[in-house]
């Protein structure tokens, strides 16, 4: 079975995720992009620690301090928001922006 990464890109073109991986030190940046291409790999079969269930469609990838926020539509995972995470439980502010680009990302995809 095949999975698919799309990055959410907002109205401008912007892709936020992109843009934070890009500004991650390479040993960062390798991490992170080791955990996409995994996730792409295994699909819904990735599980703890790479993976935590948030709430509803939305779900983390965990590479050490780094998250990701995504959810899937069909085949495709669309990564959503990223972040260094300091504190231990994720910051209500983080999620309201990853569940805002995924209502945005919905919305234009019915258009």
Same mark, same amino acid.
């Given at each position: 079975?095949?999975?698919v990464i799309e990055f959410y890109k907002d109205e401008k073109g912007?892709?936020?995720v992109v843009n934070f991986i890009e500004n991650l030190q390479p040993r960062e940046q390798a991490k992170i992009i080791w955990m996409?291409? +995994?996730l792409e790999k295994t699909g819904v079969n990735l599980s703890d620690?790479?993976?935590k269930h948030?709430?509803?469609a939305l779900w983390e990838l965990?590479?050490?301090h780094l998250r990701v926020l995504y959810f899937l539509e069909k085949r495709t995972f669309v990564l +959503?928001?990223?972040f260094r995470k300091k504190a231990k439980k994720l910051p209500v502010s983080e999620k309201e922006i990853a569940l805002r680009?995924?209502?945005d990302y919905l919305g234009r995809r019915e258009k």
């Open positions: 079975m095949d999975w912007s892709e936020p996409i291409d +995994l620690p790479y993976t948030i709430e509803g965990r590479p050490g +959503l928001h990223a680009r995924m209502a």
